[in-house]
C-alpha cells in the first residue's frame, strides 16, 4: 500500500479525516446547537458563517455567567434605544472555551483576502480550524462576491485561502479549509477542486449541489469519487455534505466514494442524535433532545429568540406541545409548560440574567 499523502496539520490543528461533523448554519448552529451535537457524538462541529466586517473591531472577553467567550461590539448607531435604557452590547460570536475546545472550526464569510486575515486573526487562537465559506447561495452573501459567488472567481477565491495559509497557520498553528458546491460538470469542478487543495488548506467539504440547487432537490453523487481522489492526491481531507442522514449512514458513504468524512445539516437540526451510531443506542426520542437542549441553552444563557427558534425545529409539529412554544415569553414559562420542574430554578436565574420577566404568561 502506498504511503498517504498529507498537506501537515499544524500542531493546534485537525485532521479532518474520519470525522462526521456538525455542518455550519446561521441560526441553528449557535453555541447549544453545537454543544448538543457534541453531546451526541459530533467529532467537530462548524460555527455559523459569520462575515469578516461584522467581526473586525469586536471585543473579545471571558463571561463568567455563561461560562463562554464572547465576542461583543457596540449596536451599530441608528439602532433604536429607548431613553435611559442599559445599552447592552450585541454578542457576534460565541463559544465554549472546554466543551468546544479542539473541535470548534470558524467559518468566515469574506470576498477579501485582508479582511478574511484581520476577522480570523480575533478568534484563532480559541478555535481549531478557519473555514471559508464559498457555497452560500443567498444574495446577501453572493451580491457582496462572498459564498457561492467565489466559485465563480476562483482567482480571489484562492487569494483568500492563500493569504489566510501565510498568515494564520504559522502563528496560530491551525489549518485552513474551504466548503463549496458542486459545478455544473465534473470538468468545470475538476479544475476549480486542482486549484483550491494546492493553496495550503488541510481540508475541503464538497455540498454535492450545484448553486442554483434547492435544498430540497436530492444531492448528486456523481462527481464525489472524482473530487475525493483529487484532494488524496494532494493530500487534503474531502468531506462530503448533502443529504446524509446519520452517522451510520456517513459511514457508508464515506466508503463508497472514497471520501474522508462527512458533514450533516438539516438532519442534525431536526435532531441531533443522529450523530450517535446505531450501535450506541442510535436515534434519541425528540423528548431527550429538547430536555438537553435546553440544558444548555440555560447553561450558556442563550438568547431567548434563538432557543425558542431551536425549539421550533427541535420538536415535531405534530407535538401537541409544538404549538404551546410561541406563546411562552420566558425561559421559565418554557420549563414549566414542557414539565422541567428541575431547571426552572435555574431558567429564573437566566431570565433575571437577560432582562427577560420570569413570570411574564405571555397572554396578553
Ligand atoms: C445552512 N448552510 C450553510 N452553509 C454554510 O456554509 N454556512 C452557513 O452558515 C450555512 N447556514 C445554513 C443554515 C441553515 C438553517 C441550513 C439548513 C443550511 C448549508 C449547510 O451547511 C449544508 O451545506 C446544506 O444544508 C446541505 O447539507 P444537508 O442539509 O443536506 O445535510
Redesign the pocket.
Known sequence: TSELKKVPIPRRGVDYRGKIVL???????ELPSRLLALHYGADLV?????VDRSMIGTTRRYNSESGTIDWTRKPSQGSKIPPGAEVKDSIIYRIHPEKEAGKLIF?I?TSNPDLAVQAARLVAADVAGI?V????PKPFSTHDGM?AALLKTPDKLCAILEALVANIVPEFEIGISV?I?ILETAELTETLVRRLVATGITGL?V???TTPMR?RER?IRGQLRMIANVCREAGVACIM?????SRDEAMKLTQEFGVDGA???????KNSSVFRAEADGGLAPWTDVVKQYIRYGLETENKFGNTKFMLTQLIPGKAPVYREISPCKSYTRICEMLGYDDLIERAREVDLSLDIDPDNAGKK
Do not use: F, L, Y
Not at 241 to 245: E, I, Q, R, Y
Open positions: 455542518a455550519p448554519m446561521v441560526r441553528s448552529g462548524w460555527g455559523p458563517e459569520t467559518q464569510g473555514d465559506n464559498a457555497g452560500c459564498g466548503k458546491r467539504t455540498h454535492c449541489r435544498p444531492a455534505n448533502g443529504d446524509v442522514g458533514m450533516i445539516a438539516t438532519q442534525a437540526e
